[in-house]
């Protein structure tokens, strides 16, 4: 077909010709209405059809832990045909809370990172704290050099790269305390045992339990969960140094050294301390002195009248 065309200033001109195949094709060049020269050559020109459009074929990480606020996401895009360009892309995300789109869509920059068939991108990543089970769809408005723009996944809105949302902490809580005896009394040993469960991901991490009472930690001790545990038991010895009614407060994790799911770990046990038996106790000690006083008296009596009787003898 003939094809129009218009020299710049140098003398170089270009256009454009349609090609529906892969192959090797002639273009003819005649001078029209214009001084100067058309060298011919016997030499064809290739023309490759380029009908593929890229495609994302990875992605990392595969999860976004739970209350995070930042990620750097790297995918990997792939092309057949021409190839990408090493330009910039612009990437757009919506947090998703099952059908519904939490907050307004945030965009960022993909920079390449590696060039090739494969090319390989990242883009940072900045959002407010997202819960368990929500997702972050993500799309990326790119095309090849050939202008056949991405289809696939994270190619629209509709058809989004999905991130999901996990809980990766965990969530460590007292369940259950036994005090033995079990009306604590003043001034004896009491031993406190505390059941412990992690009803969140698992930890070995080791971390602190104490007790308080009246504002005063009374008793410490490092505990940390086995692998594969869900579950622990831990005990102190605690000595109370009053009576009456009052709030034992279990502290789990007093230090705050393991980020947990939910950090207010504090278990409350109002308990009554009993007077301790000092009355009887006391009572009978002075009895029991009172009389051997007096015993001790009369027998001191008794010695004193026989050797007065055995003096006058």
């Not at 140098?10 to 454009?16: A, I, K, L, R, T």
């Not at 009908?51 to 992605?59: F, K, N, V, Y």
């Not at 790297?74 to 998703?96: K, P």
């Not at 301790?276 to 001191?300: E, H, K, N, Q």
Request: glycine share 8%; proline share 5%; net charge negative.
């Amino acid at each position: 077909l003939p094809l129009a065309v218009t020299a710049d200033e140098e003398g170089y001109f270009s256009g454009e010709v349609s090609a529906f195949s892969n192959g090797f094709y002639r273009v003819n060049l005649q001078l029209n209405q214009a001084p100067g020269i058309v060298e011919s050559t016997t030499s064809s020109l290739r023309l490759q059809v380029d009908g593929d459009a890229p495609t994302l074929i990875s992605s990392e990480p595969s999860f976004i832990p739970a209350n995070a606020t930042e990620l750097i996401l790297q995918f990997s895009l792939q092309d057949i045909g021409v190839g990408l360009s090493n330009e910039s892309w612009t990437m757009t995300c919506q947090i998703m809370r099952g059908f519904d789109s939490i907050g307004e869509t945030l965009q960022a920059t993909a920079v390449q990172t590696i060039e090739g068939q494969v090319s390989r991108y990242q883009v940072n990543l900045s959002f407010q704290p997202m819960v368990a089970e929500d997702n972050l769809d993500c799309w990326i408005d790119a095309t090849d050099l050939s202008g056949n723009a991405i289809t696939g996944p994270g190619s629209a809105s509709t058809w989004a790269l999905r991130v999901p949302v996990i809980e990766i902490r965990p969530d460590i809580v007292a369940t259950h305390v036994v005090l033995d005896p079990e009306n604590p009394q003043f001034g004896m040993v009491t031993t406190v045992t505390i059941t412990l469960e992690n009803h969140g991901n698992q930890t070995t991490e080791a971390f602190f339990v104490t007790l308080e009472a009246l504002e005063e930690e009374v008793g410490r001790i490092e505990a940390r969960f086995l692998s594969g545990q869900s579950s622990t038991t831990i005990t102190l010895v605690w000595k109370p140094d009053w009576d009456g009614e009052l709030d034992l407060l279990v502290h789990v994790d007093a230090e705050n050294s393991i980020d947990e799911i939910n950090e207010n770990n504090t278990l409350t046990l109002p308990i009554a301390i009993q007077p301790a038996p000092d009355d009887g106790f006391f009572s009978l000690t002075v009895i029991g002195g009172i009389a051997l006083l007096l015993l001790f008296g009369a027998a001191m009596f008794a010695l004193a009248v026989m050797f007065l009787r055995g003096s006058r003898y």
